[in-house]
């Protein structure tokens, strides 16, 4: 891999609950984001992934544990060092409809950023969009319009037209493309993919969709219930996967009217809550390979191979 940007090191975020109980949206989270590369991020709902994100670009703090940018601790950052630091790390959402203010022109969304931070002046506003439109494959033209005046697609463009303005090293799409159609979604990939070779970005891309996930990231980090299960290239996800649950996933993607927001058909039951993590290995009621081992202990992330990682008491750590 390459240089090493944003790297997480025991990351646990425990938010209270009902009853003074503690939810557990992530545990002993270990993830590294590399220059130029991405990292994909891949679970069902609610496994974690947003708060993962969150902590990233710091809206929200951990509860236990790390996170470095380029080797500096980001968790004191305070004032304006958290400001100037917040230009390193962009993200774009879901729905850049809820996202964008409906009243403002499309070149003032772009640009907002820039002059939040003084880069530019509003008198060259419609210029720096123009650019950043044909950048995201827009007609320089949409400088001019409302969000409510384009497609699906092309909203989410923008979003990414307005990532990019301040030149982050890494850009975080969170379901980015989850609530467009497949065909749109692979133009919108293409040009993340363009963009990451041009500019060098690195991506964090969290998606419930393992077939899209595999095609285009570096890593790809399965979650399963706040909880890292599998790290493993992309391009071996379909071969090399070891996870009874990386495993399901793929079994599901065969499976084309799959409603990913429901639980996955291969799987008898349901995820446990978060509320509720079981004693041991956290997938251990939906696993067909489960062993009196896994209800005790649970398996921490081991190396199997070159760039890949399982947290399974099926396998051992392999030396090298
Ligand atoms: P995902 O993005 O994978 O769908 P989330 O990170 O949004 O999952 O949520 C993980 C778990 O943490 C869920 O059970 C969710 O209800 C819980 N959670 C997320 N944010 C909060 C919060 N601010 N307060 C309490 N619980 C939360
Ligand atoms: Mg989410």
């Known amino acids: 891999m390459s240089e090493l940007i944003l790297e997480a090191k025991h990351v646990t975020k425990k938010y ?4 003074g109980r503690t939810l557990t949206a992530n545990n002993d989270i270990n993830l590294s984001i590399y220059k130029g590369k991405t990292l994909g ?3 069902e709902s609610g496994c974690g992934k947003s708060t993962f994100m969150r902590m990233a670009i710091s809206l929200e703090a951990p509860t236990e544990g790390e996170i470095l940018f380029h080797g500096k601790s980001i968790l004191g950052l305070k004032g304006e060092e958290l400001r100037q630091h917040r230009q390193n790390i962009q993200m774009v959402f879901q729905d850049p409809t809820a996202a964008f203010n409906p009243k403002m022109k499309i070149m003032d969304i772009i640009c907002e950023p820039l002059l939040n931070f003084k880069h530019i002046k509003k008198s060259e506003k419609e210029e720096v969009a123009r650019k950043y439109l044909e950048l995201v494959e827009l007609p320089g033209d949409f400088a001019t319009r409302y969000p409510h005046n384009m497609s699906g697609g092309q909203r989410q463009r923008v979003g990414i037209a ?14 980015a493309t989850s609530a467009l159609d497949v065909s749109v979604q692979k133009n919108i990939i293409e040009l993340l993919v363009k963009l990451q070779k041009e500019k060098d970005i690195a991506f964090g891309f969290i998606c419930h969709d393992m077939a899209l996930v595999q095609s285009f990231a570096h890593q790809v980090a399965v979650m399963y219930l706040g909880n890292i299960v599998e790290v493993l290239p992309g391009s071996s ?3 090399d996967s070891k996870h009874p649950y990386t495993q399901a996933l793929i079994g599901s ?3 084309l009217n799959m409603d990913f927001s429901k639980p996955i058909e291969s799987i008898d039951s349901e995820a446990p809550s978060p509320l509720d993590v079981p004693v041991g290995c956290p997938f251990q009621n939906r696993c067909d390979r489960c062993m009196e081992i896994c209800k005790k202990e649970r398996p921490t992330l081991k190396n199997v191979a070159e760039n890949h990682q399982v947290a399974c008491h099926l396998y051992q750590e392999v030396e090298g």
Do not use: K, Q
């Not at 209270?16 to 009853?19: K, Q, V, Y």
């Not at 307005?162 to 379901?175: K, S, V, W």
């Open 253 to 255: 993607i065969f499976d």
């Open 41 to 43: 991020i891949v679970g």
């Open 16 to 19: 209270p609950a009902s009853g």
């Open 237 to 239: 996800v379909a071969e």
């Open 162 to 175: 307005r990532a990019l303005t301040l030149e982050p090293e890494i850009i975080l799409c969170d379901e």
